[in-house]
C-alpha cells in the first residue's frame, strides 16, 4: 500500500499544483481605452480571481507608480459568486438564447475576471511603462512592448498617424496580412501609431465574447497593448449587442466616454460619443441599431457636441457608408440612406472634414463633398474639389482653418480590413 499512497499522495499535490497555476491568469490583454491628457485606462481579464495591481513608469525597469484597489473596476462573468453590487459581464437573457437555438452562445466565457485600472494625475505628450500584476506575481509587460503615451494639450498641432479599419474580425489570413501590412509600414518609416479607430465588424459572425478573444483581441494583442482602439459597433456586433440598453460582448471590450472625461458633450451612452485629441474633435455615431431620424436622441446630442466644440478639425467615423458602390449599395440600403440624408447635414453645418466608414468591404475615397444628400447619389452641384487632393498632383484640397458650415468634407470606406473584397459599381462622388 505504500507505494500506492506515496503515488496518490503525488499525483493530489499535482492537481493542487497545477489548479494553484492556473488561477488567475492572463486570458486577455492588457490593452488600452480612454486615453487623455493626464490620464489611461488598462484593461486584462484573468480566469479566475486574482489580485490586481498595475505599475507604470518612465521605464521598464522603473515602475514606481502602482494602482490597486478601488482605482481597479472589477468586473465579472455571471456565474462568479462576487460580492453583491459587483458589475457583471454579458449573460444572454434566456428568452434571446431560445430564439438563437443553435447558434454560438455570446455569453462571457465562465470564471472570468474583468480588471479595468484608471491611471490619473499623468503628464501631457509623455509616454510611460507599465505591467500589471496577481499581487507580485507579475501577468504582463514591464518590457519595451508594453507602455502608453498620453495626449498632447487639447489644442496643440501635430502631424497623427492613425490606424483605420473596417470589417476586419474573419479571424483568417487576410486579416493577419493587413495587419502585418502596417506593422511593416510602421517600422519601415520608424513612427509609431498614434491613434486606431476600428468602424465595426470587428468580431464575425456575431460579436460574441468568444469570437471576439479569437478575431480581435488575440490578432491585435501587439497593437492593442500600446495604441488605444476607440471603437464604433458594427450589425455583426449588432447580433448580441444592442446599442439602445448598452449591454453585449462589444460594450463588455470597450471603455469609451460617457460623460464628457475626454472632451465634447456628455452622451449619457457608450453607443455613440466624441472626444478630443489636441485640435482634433472625433465623433463617434451607432449607425446599427439606434433611431437615425433627424429629431432623435443621437442627432440632438450631435448637434449639442458640434455647437460646444472649438477644434480646428472635426472626423466623424461609424460602421454603415452614406456613400458606396462596394459590397453594398449605399443608394439601396436604410442605414446607409439615412445616415446620408439624416446625418450628414448635421455633421456638414458643423464643419465636418472627414467621416470614416466600413461595411462595404472595398476602399473608396470621395472628392471634396458637401451636401450630397440625395437618394440615388449624384455628383453634380455637390463636389467642390474634384481634383485628386495631392499636394504633389492637381493640390491639395483647402478649406479656412477652422469649422465652419459647408466647406466639403471628404468620405472614406475602409471595409477591408480582412474580408475579401468586392465592387458592384462607381459611386459619382
Known amino acids: 500500500m505504500k507505494p500506492t499512497s506515496s503515488l496518490l499522495f503525488a499525483f493530489v499535490s499535482f492537481l493542487l499544483s497545477t489548479s494553484w497555476l492556473a488561477a488567475g491568469e492572463l486570458t486577455r490583454g492588457p490593452y488600452l481605452q480612454q486615453a487623455s491628457t493626464d490620464s489611461m485606462i488598462v484593461v486584462w481579464r484573468t480566469d479566475g480571481s486574482s489580485t490586481p495591481v498595475l505599475r507604470y513608469g518612465d521605464s521598464p525597469g522603473n515602475l514606481e507608480q502602482e494602482v490597486r484597489g478601488d482605482a481597479i473596476l472589477l468586473r465579472v462573468s455571471a456565474d462568479v459568486n462576487a460580492p453583491a453590487g459587483t458589475p457583471l459581464l454579458y449573460k444572454e437573457p434566456e428568452a434571446e438564447r431560445a430564439e438563437r437555438e443553435a447558434d454560438p452562445d455570446p455569453s462571457t466565457v465562465p470564471n472570468t475576471y474583468q480588471f479595468e485600472a484608471s491611471i490619473s494625475n499623468l503628464r501631457p505628450g509623455t509616454k510611460y511603462f507599465y505591467a500589471v500584476y496577481d499581487g507580485d506575481r507579475r501577468l504582463a509587460g514591464a518590457d519595451k512592448h508594453h507602455y502608453f503615451v498620453t495626449h498632447r494639450k487639447v489644442g496643440s498641432s501635430s502631424d497623427m498617424r492613425i490606424w483605420v479599419v473596417g470589417d476586419s474580425g474573419t479571424g483568417r489570413i487576410d486579416q493577419a496580412m493587413v495587419h502585418t501590412a502596417m506593422q511593416d509600414y510602421v517600422a519601415r518609416t520608424n513612427r509609431n501609431l498614434d491613434h486606431y479607430i476600428h468602424v465595426g465588424d470587428m468580431a464575425y459572425g456575431d460579436g460574441t465574447d468568444v469570437q471576439f478573444q479569437r478575431n480581435f483581441f488575440e490578432p491585435y494583442q501587439e497593437t492593442l497593448r500600446n495604441t488605444v482602439c476607440w471603437p464604433s459597433m458594427g450589425n455583426h456586433e449588432g447580433h448580441t449587442s444592442r446599442g439602445i440598453s448598452g449591454f453585449g460582448p462589444y460594450y463588455d471590450a470597450y471603455v469609451v466616454p460617457t460623460r464628457g472625461e475626454v472632451g465634447g458633450a456628455p452622451s449619457g451612452t457608450e453607443a455613440y460619443y466624441s472626444f478630443d485629441i489636441e485640435d482634433v474633435h472625433f465623433i463617434c455615431l451607432d449607425s446599427h441599431d439606434l433611431d437615425r431620424s433627424p429629431d432623435a436622441a443621437m442627432a440632438q446630442w450631435l448637434r449639442a457636441d458640434l455647437e460646444q466644440t472649438r477644434a480646428k478639425w472635426l472626423i466623424a467615423f461609424w460602421h454603415h457608408p452614406p456613400y458606396t458602390m462596394g459590397s453594398h449599395n449605399s443608394d439601396r440600403e436604410t442605414q446607409l440612406i ?48 474634384d481634383g485628386d487632393g495631392r499636394i504633389g498632383g492637381d493640390g491639395a ?4 482653418g477652422k469649422l ?19 465592387r458592384e459599381g462607381t459611386m459619382p462622388i
Not at 353 to 368: Q, V
Not at 373 to 383: D, L, M, N, Q
Not at 397 to 400: A, F, I, L, V
Open 338 to 385: 439615412e445616415m446620408r440624408e439624416n446625418l450628414m447635414p448635421i455633421l456638414e453645418a458643423g464643419g465636418v472634414d472627414l467621416t470614416l466608414t466600413g461595411h462595404s468591404h472595398i476602399y473608396e475615397r470621395s472628392m471634396l463633398i458637401d451636401g450630397a444628400y440625395a437618394t440615388p447619389t449624384t455628383a453634380k452641384g455637390v463636389v467642390l474639389d
Open 397 to 400: 484640397y483647402r478649406k479656412s
Open 404 to 422: 465652419r458650415p459647408h466647406e466639403g468634407h471628404v468620405s472614406i470606406v475602409a471595409g477591408h480590413g480582412g474580408t475579401g473584397l468586392s
